[in-house]
Nanobody, 122 residues
Framework: VELLESGGGSAHAGGSLRVTCAASTHVITWYCMSWFRRSEGKEREMVAVFDSAGMTSVSDSVKGRFTISKDYGKNIMYLQMDSLKNEDTAMYYC?????????????????WGKGILVTVSS
């Protein structure tokens, strides 16, 4: 299982960015997949997740601002980040686990991408 993140970059507070995670057809279709982030000095946080049934969940810290979605034709999972805040600055990681359903904890994620940096400035 290989996960490849792209996108990210820098934006001003209030702006938008998108990160993408490319995976195989099997992973996109059947695995639970998630976005985590780690900010300097903080614990890794689950931001949003797709379970194996296609149900989604987002953390309270990003609810109403971030949207998780998939393009099954392109084998890509997206995290659309709107109304960005300085505290959204972090390394964002795509992760996947085999056949898991909400609620999902970090321990279900068995494969991780290398991460991609998102920086939000005032």
């Amino acid at each position: 299982v290989e996960l490849l993140e792209s996108g990210g970059g820098s934006a001003h507070a209030g702006g938008s960015l998108r990160v993408t995670c490319a995976a195989s057809t099997h992973v996109i279709t059947w695995y639970c997949m998630s976005w985590f982030r780690r900010s300097e000095g903080k614990e890794r946080e689950m931001v949003a997740v797709f379970d194996s049934a296609g149900m989604t969940s987002v953390s309270d810290s990003v609810k109403g601002r971030f949207t998780i979605s998939k393009d099954y034709g392109k084998n890509i999972m997206y995290l659309q980040m709107d109304s960005l805040k300085n505290e959204d600055t972090a390394m964002y990681y795509c992760a996947a686990g085999e056949y898991c359903y909400l609620p999902i904890g970090e321990e279900k994620m068995k494969t991780w991408g290398k991460g991609i940096l998102v920086t939000v400035s005032s």
